[in-house]
């Protein structure tokens, strides 16, 4: 019989599992970004997925195992010092009650506001992998500006130039599930961080070699927030997605690349064309997984809409008219595996 002591107890009334087990996919699109076709190769990636990964990124191999190292140093901190860090969270996921087996630290990118009062050695490798990590996603959004013909080829890059770009730097740490728990709970896996999808526009990911992440594949289509079905089956309510058969796949890990995912705006932006991926991550019984996410965001005011040069004669927008302020506050009044797009979605006939 498995024995728990009570803070072990104590943390498993707060976890939550997901009953399907997940098999690797070998099929992830992998981008050369100095390639001649990055181009049209990223926008088709978009279309399918919402998800793939990128060579050539330019990112200094230095920059990211400082930063990894960094935030090994702080997580490894007793939990009273943790606690005392700006963006400190420890299971508790957002403001409305959605719990995982992660620590994390959660910040906003931009420059004047990213460390303060952070030992100097982490200020530095955050900035130095922050701004590089930026310039991989503008980068990105001009090769989809590029890709779609939308002119001007900032058209959305732009955004995250800003200097009131809203954009957020995380940086998360999934502790080893114990084992008792993963037994209590056989044949299921312990969530790290549930399934969502990323409200911003484009979200940039760069993970230790560790597995852990996954995402939703819908039959006949993608992964996206708004397509049809009967959602996810791991429990989500009313949640989640709507429509289509899910199935969930376990992305093979790679240290040395970067995984974009496209974000909610850029689906509205380009009218649905792009989904938003539904993915979420399993804790592992054994290694610690550390991911660090760039999630590029539009200045407040910015009215996410479809580009008008993306719609054919007679198109309607898919989206009642919003500000990335009204969507940012609905999203963080939702549950992370709510459709959030689903409340500014026009229902047919409008
Ligand atoms: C439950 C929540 C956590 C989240 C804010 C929200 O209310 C719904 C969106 C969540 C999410 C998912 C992607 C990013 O990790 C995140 C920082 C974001 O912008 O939206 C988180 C939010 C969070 O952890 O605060
Ligand atoms: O940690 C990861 O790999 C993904 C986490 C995530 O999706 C998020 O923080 O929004
Ligand atoms: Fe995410």
Known sequence: MVVLSQPALDQFSLIQTCPYSTSLFNNIPSIDLSSPNANALTVEACQGFGFFKVTNHGVPLEFMTNLESEAIKFFNLPRCEKDKALGYGNRRIGPNGDVGWVEYLLLSASPKLIHQKNPESFRNALNDYVSSV???ASKVLKLIAQGLRVEPRNAFSHLLKHQKSDSLFRINHYPPCPEPLQQLISGQNVVGFGEHTDPQLISVLRSNNISGLEICLMSGGCCSSDSVGSGSGSGSGRDGI??????????????????????????????????????RVSANNLNSRISMIYFGGPPLDTKIAPLPQLMEEGEESLYQEFTWEDYKKSA???????NRLGFFQKSSGQ
């Open 332 to 338: 963080y009044n939702s549950k992370l595996g709510d």
């Open 134 to 136: 930026k310039r991989v």
């Open 242 to 279: 709507r429509g289509g058969d899910c199935t969930w796949v376990s992305v093979p890990p790679d240290d040395d690349s970067l995984f974009i995912s496209v974000g909610d705006c850029l689906q509205v932006m380009t009218n649905g064309r792009f989904k938003s991926v539904r993915h």
